[in-house]
């Protein structure tokens, strides 16, 4: 049976999205990431106009999100003052996401937009996996320590200090705002939640106790996709809530096998994989930059 | 806005009953079409009779469908520093976001290429209003006809009319699931030895229904609440997967 997106103006097979959502759930609950960085990409390549699938996205991540950070929560493993901290960046740079989105949709520089922000992103941060997860493989067949943590950085120099208790942390709210707001910009032009850059950051910046990382930024994305979503909604009228829907019932189902799947396989292994496929992805579309297109013009429709 | 067809239509409507008693009646299968969630795509049946129709000379029949007209931004690619960027664009105003022509013979075999012009009949002669434009439009129009025969939006039927009789014709126009909503204008031309000897203009209307049109409606209406009713949606599902998934464990 075909459904008709009434945002996106077009039928889609309801299993076609159904299956697509649930192949991304999948993939996050194998991985423990959002799958937006998948899912916004692969909803373009179905022929979803890219703002509507930049925005749905956005609300897809919301309720995966709200799966996972349930659970953390129920373990305590979730530092809500550190969330709302990350979160008040977050929604700053929803905004000016959003603004920026619109202004370059404006001037048709959108696609090139979004394309290259998955390139430069996607290609550095599946480099690093990929960089740190073959040395980890590498070391555990050595069995050489791991490098230790640096116990000092320049980060504790900064002004207006707080004291996190669940992250055992007395640090300035400088470094997690700015990295709130720069994940809010991301969740805005690419649809992503941005859990691949938080979780490395929390770890390796702010030295987040690992315990309380995920949980924590499920937090913090749950509370920017979901105003990023409205603001979507309100600015560029690009939410679809169809398609919403049954790429969120996908995704729900898929996430819950992609959890038990992921629990055979080992972390580095998993974080090699993820690395492999967030380079693919990144590939693909500098491809699409790079190479020539088959028609070199675009048309855009203005409604009168 | 007055389109040059149309005027050009009510010039000739004005004339043609003194030259000629031949007529052209037509109706369609359907006044109006509902998109609704299981909305696929249809086809309009656009039927009609000639009437009083004379042995000498010969008579063709031209269906031309528009949808309402849109204002459409194209953009060029160009080659910069190693990757293909939007670089040049053109607007071009009032183009129809549909256009298909249906006729019993190719358009050139019915009329000269003055006449088609003049009618806007055919692809190379669907034009916008007016191109706003550095330099050259025509490769602007001509990617905007492309793309949209691509989504099969933009057509032309050479041999869509099938006389069933002398007198009695019919066409069948599609109607794909992407077509924009609006008031649509389905016009039967009666060419009669390369000139028009009759024409008539029908509205057809074009609308999302149902469930569709309130969502729609809902986005553009009140896109904070839509925004808001989403995100609940959005944590309502999360959340009972989360409560469904706990109990199996």
Same mark, same amino acid.
């Given at each position: 049976m075909e459904i008709y997106l009434p945002i996106a103006e077009m039928s889609v097979h309801w299993l076609i999205v159904l299956g697509l959502g649930g192949a991304i759930g999948f993939l996050s609950g194998l991985f423990g990431v959002g799958g937006g960085f998948l899912l916004t990409p692969l909803l373009i390549f179905y022929g979803v106009p890219a703002e509507v699938a930049v925005a749905t996205t956005a609300s897809h991540i919301t309720a995966s999100s709200i799966s996972g950070a349930l659970a953390q929560w129920r373990r305590r493993a979730l530092d809500l003052k550190m969330g709302a901290v990350m979160a008040a960046g977050g929604l700053g740079g929803s905004v000016f996401g959003v603004w920026l989105f619109t202004v370059m949709r404006r001037v048709g520089q959108m696609d090139l937009l979004v394309s290259a922000s998955y390139v430069i992103l996607l290609g550095t941060v599946g480099g690093l996996m990929l960089s740190e997860s073959l040395a980890a493989l590498r070391r555990s067949r050595g069995g050489a320590p791991p490098p230790r943590r640096a !116990?000092?950085?320049?980060?504790?120099?900064? !002004?207006f200090k707080m004291r996190f208790r669940e992250s055992r942390l007395y640090i300035s709210v400088i470094p997690p705002i700015v990295i709130g707001i720069f994940v809010g910009i991301l969740s805005a032009i690419m649809g992503v939640g941005g859990g691949f850059v938080i979780v490395p950051a929390m770890i390796y910046l702010l030295r987040m106790p690992t315990n309380v990382v995920m949980g924590t930024s499920l937090f913090q994305i749950i509370i920017v996709t979901a105003a990023t979503t409205i603001l979507q909604a309100t600015t560029n009228y690009s939410v679809d809530i169809m398609l919403a829907l049954f790429l969120i019932l996908g995704g729900v189902i898929g996430a819950q096998f992609g959890v038990r799947a992921g629990e055979r396989l080992r972390g580095e292994q998993l974080r090699l994989l993820l690395a492999l496929l967030v380079l693919a992805v990144a590939l693909r579309l500098l491809v699409g930059l790079v190479l020539k297109p088959d028609d070199l013009y675009t048309v855009t429709t203005v409604a009168r | 806005m007055k389109r040059p067809a149309a005027i050009a239509l009510s010039l000739c409507l004005s004339v043609a009953p003194a030259m000629a008693t031949e007529d052209v009646v037509a109706g369609l299968s359907q006044d109006s079409v509902q998109i609704q969630s299981n909305y696929t795509g249809t086809d309009i049946v656009v039927f009609g009779a000639i009437e009083h129709l004379e042995d000498t000379g010969s008579n063709d029949i031209v269906v031309v469908v528009r949808g309402p007209d849109a204002d459409m931004t194209v953009r060029q690619k160009q080659w910069v520093a190693g990757i293909w960027i939007n670089r040049d664009q053109a607007k071009l105003l009032a183009m129809p976001s549909y256009y298909f022509i249906a006729s019993t013979r190719p358009l050139d075999k019915i009329a000269s290429s003055f006449t088609l012009e003049r009618y806007a009949m055919g692809l190379n002669n669907v034009e916008p209003a007016r191109a706003i434009s550095h330099h050259d439009p025509e490769p602007f129009r001509q990617a905007v006809v492309r793309h949209k025969q691509d989504d099969g939006l933009y057509g032309e039927m050479p041999a869509g009319v099938e006389l069933q009789s002398p007198t009695l014709f019919r066409a069948r126009i599609p109607v794909p699931a992407t077509v924009p909503r609006g008031t649509y204008d389905v016009e039967v031309y009666l060419f009669r030895d390369g000139t028009v000897i009759s024409a008539q203009s029908t509205p057809l209307f074009i609308d999302q229904a149902g469930l569709e049109l309130r969502l729609y409606n809902f986005a553009h209406k009140k896109p904070f609440s839509y925004g808001v009713v989403t995100v609940l949606m959005a944590s309502f599902l999360g959340w009972l997967s989360s409560v469904f998934f706990r109990r199996n464990e």
């Open positions: !116990p000092h950085t320049w980060m504790h120099g900064l !002004p | -």
